[in-house]
């Protein structure tokens, strides 16, 4: 658990913009999530180990002003899942083993929506309000369950009033097919609307034998068109979407993971034709858990403990295998945002757990240590946060991080903000109802069929 908390500052290859793109958001080996909260530029949330960090002045680097949050509060074990971690106008989205959480515009409170009660929720993807983004971005949610040997029940949930109420989206997918991924780019006449959406994942039986596949939607969702990805087949290779350029929806990127338990190697793909065919522009002799498209679309930043940061122009991805790293960051995860680009690395090799660069990576200054929280964040006692972080922080967090000094600030008064009418209040602030899971992505690839066949149903 130690080992975890020291080097597990893990973001998802991830942003949210200005742009009016969706970068995927999705459990892809070793990465956990950074969210930028689009009504308040310098508001961040980071996925640690052990819980959340949260600070509304973050991106002026300081040691003031982080917070913590612990994971029984915000409704998911650390020690068994990453949520996949995005904003919806001011409220949090979490997508957990047990459903889509959403939290209080204060963040002090965190909900189980209805209708995702039990339901695996392995990807989110938000788009960012051109207007106001108090009103909130349209959002999706996409489910997984295994319901029997090979076959799945796979849903997508959309929101359009900032997570306030969710409505089930209908989908054509396959019974056998086992979704993994989102991710979306808006329409370019209508930036608040969704435009193209992707979706990857695996179909087939082990008798027939299994293909990946992404799925592609060039109708909102309404109609989707099933485009194998060459090269991948059998259960454990399968393809996980890393982004879609903001400037040309055709233009897609993924990742596979290449072997089995204990060797690894993985492949970066991307295709310029909407996922018909695709092609290897880096392979590695490791997970390369970083990945972050630049706001235009124009470069990739991708990266690993060993590969460091490699920088490469967009239109020559074909050159990036021999393209030297730009730094020696010992990459677990990229996020770039409309003037940074931000990296979680190693925080005793490279100085930083996570850091933010304005020179295309090449130079990086800490925005945060684990070292940075001061204490959990400022929340009434009748609530989710103020019930249970006290006690996780005295017991878990406080004696292995060494916690910094902050000055006490006192939490937001909550604006006006419509309530999450579509929310399920789930009884007991320690929230002991995840399912059966496990801390490692293998057991996630190998048995995820069976452990979402085994989880409870909730009455």
């Known amino acids: 658990m130690i080992l975890r908390v020291v080097v597990g500052v893990l973001l998802g290859a991830s942003v949210l913009s200005e742009a009016p ?10 990465s956990s999530g950074i969210a930028f909260d689009p009504t308040n530029p310098e508001h961040v949330v980071v996925r640690m180990t052990f819980g959340l960090y949260d600070n509304e002045t973050a991106v002026a680097p300081a040691t003031d002003g982080w917070r913590y949050v612990c994971s029984a509060a915000a409704g998911f074990d650390s020690n068994k899942e990453e949520p996949v971690l995005t904003f919806a106008g001011d409220r949090l989205l979490l997508g957990t083993f047990r459903g889509l959480v959403v ?3 204060d963040r002090c409170d965190y909900d189980v929506v209805a209708s995702t009660l039990d339901r695996y929720i392995v990807g989110v993807t938000a788009l960012p309000r051109a207007d106001s983004p108090v009103k909130g971005s349209p959002v999706l949610a996409l489910s997984s369950n295994g319901t029997g040997v090979d076959t799945f029940d796979v849903k997508l949930f959309e929101s359009t009033d900032g997570a306030a109420s969710w409505h089930e989206l209908a989908t054509s ?58 090269g991948l087949d059998g259960v454990e290779t399968l393809p996980y979407l890393q982004g879609v350029s903001p400037t040309a ?14 060797v690894r190697r993985q492949a970066n793909l991307a295709s310029n034709d909407g996922g018909v065919t695709w092609r290897t522009y880096f392979q590695a002799e490791e997970l390369l858990p970083g990945f972050a498209l630049a706001p235009d ?8 403990d060993k590969t460091g940061l490699r920088v490469v122009s967009a239109a020559q991805l074909d050159d990036a295998q021999a393209a030297p790293a730009v730094n020696k960051t010992r990459v677990a995860c990229l996020s770039w945002g409309s003037a940074a680009l931000y990296a979680c690395g190693n925080a005793f090799v490279d100085g930083f757990s996570v850091g933010k660069s304005i020179d295309g990576g090449v130079t990086f200054e800490p925005l945060t240590q684990l070292t940075s929280a001061c204490g959990p964040r400022e929340c009434e006692g009748t609530t989710d946060v103020g019930a249970s972080c006290s006690e ?23 604006p006006e903000s419509p309530s999450c009418g579509d929310c399920a209040t789930v009884p007991g602030r320690a929230r002991p109802w995840l399912g059966r899971g496990s801390a490692g992505f293998e057991w996630v690839l190998l048995s995820l069929g069976a452990f979402l066949r085994r989880r409870r149903r909730c009455p």
């Open 103 to 105: 939290s209080t515009p």
């Open 173 to 230: 997918f396959s019974k056998d097919f086992l979704a993994l991924t989102i991710t979306a780019v808006a329409k370019n006449s209508e930036p608040t609307s969704w435009g193209t959406l992707y979706v990857s994942g695996r179909d087939g039986t082990e008798t027939l034998g299994y293909q990946a596949v992404v799925m592609r939607s060039d109708d909102g969702g309404l109609s989707w068109a099933r485009q194998v990805v060459q």
């Open 392 to 414: 996780a922080w005295d017991k878990e967090a406080k004696e292995i991080i060494a916690p910094a000094t902050c000055t006490p600030v006192s939490p937001p008064v909550e």
């Open 21 to 30: 793109v969706a970068q995927a958001h999705g459990r892809f080996p070793g």
């Open 297 to 304: 679309g124009t470069k990739v930043a991708f990266g690993g």
């Open 249 to 262: 929806p055709l233009t897609v990127y993924a990742a596979a993971v290449l072997d089995a338990p204990p």
